[in-house]
């Protein structure tokens, strides 16, 4: 159990970057029938460009979404009979997405491994 552990472990940072990268994808090409917030947002998060900032607003998109589409508009709390299952799986990936950042393989992690390269050393 303790190696199936370190490799999961080890598998981490790619997780991370391949649900960014095909959430992001998603995202972006629903969004493209209508060029709002899910249409750059997406392509942002599937870039890795400003995920954190980017990925919470989504969030709280799709969120709004879950309460005033489907529970407001179907009169039911509940994802399986409102149908609000997407916003809702959304909603939450985006979060985790808001708190643990775009990962080493975005372009923020290119960017901050490129400032801290040039942070000048303490003499």
Do not use: C
């Amino acid at each position: 159990m303790e190696r199936f552990h370190a490799f999961l472990t080890k598998l981490q940072p790619l997780a991370l970057n391949a649900t960014r990268i095909a959430v992001g994808f998603m995202f972006w090409t629903h969004g493209g029938q209508k060029l709002i917030i899910e249409f750059f947002g997406g392509l942002l998060i599937m870039l890795g460009l400003f995920t954190r900032p980017v990925a919470f607003i989504i969030s709280g998109e799709m969120a709004v979404t879950y309460w005033w589409m489907h529970v407001a508009r179907n009169g039911e709390l509940w994802h399986w009979a409102n149908r609000g299952e997407l916003p809702a799986v959304f909603a939450f990936i985006f979060l985790l997405l808001a708190a643990y950042g775009g990962g080493q393989f975005s372009i923020d992690g290119a960017l901050a491994k490129r400032r801290t390269d040039r942070a000048p050393v303490a003499t």
